[in-house]
């Protein structure tokens, strides 16, 4: 009987996410809400565990204050995650945490749709208002 193979890719940690991609340009209608919704099916990490390959759709939803995400360094920023290891939930957290220290927006959600892999679907979410910080 052959010997089970211990298999494992390579994984990148969270260093190689690559923060200083994000970009801004300003808002110029500030004091306007708008909503601006922001979509990727094409985003890909790896799993920390197994180092399979994770597939997403991000949504990314916000209302900018005065300044707004760059699309192009949003792009970059997103694929920096290519060959990260990083938990579904904790991708959430992460990509909030950033594109908020980024565009210091009113209010903002970030949801990973992952593709369904062994049967099992998983949609992450987090929110953010600037409102809920403010004592």
């Known amino acids: ?5 211990d298999r494992r890719y390579d994984i990148a ?3 190689h996410i690559d923060v200083k991609a994000l970009e801004t340009i300003p808002y110029e209608y500030s004091g306007k809400d708008i909503i ?3 979509d990727t099916d094409e985003f890909t990490a790896v799993c920390p565990f197994s180092g399979l390959p994770d597939f997403a759709t ?4 916000y209302t900018p ?4 995400i760059e699309l192009r360094s949003l792009k970059y920023y997103l ?5 990260v290891g990083i938990y579904q939930e904790h991708l959430v957290n992460r990509v909030l945490e ?12 970030v949801v990973a749709d992952y593709k ?3 049967g099992v679907r998983s949609v992450a979410s987090r929110e953010y208002n600037d409102r809920s910080t403010k004592k």
Request: hydrophobic share 40%; proline share 8%.
């Open 98 to 109: 950033d594109l908020v220290k980024c565009c210091k927006p009113k209010w903002m959600k």
């Open 79 to 83: 694929l920096s995650y290519r060959n």
């Open 65 to 68: 204050n005065k300044l707004l």
């Open 58 to 61: 991000v949504k990314i939803d």
């Open 36 to 38: 601006i919704n922001i």
């Open 116 to 118: 369904i892999r062994g």
């Open 13 to 15: 940690d969270v260093s």
């Open 1 to 5: 009987m052959p010997e089970p193979l």
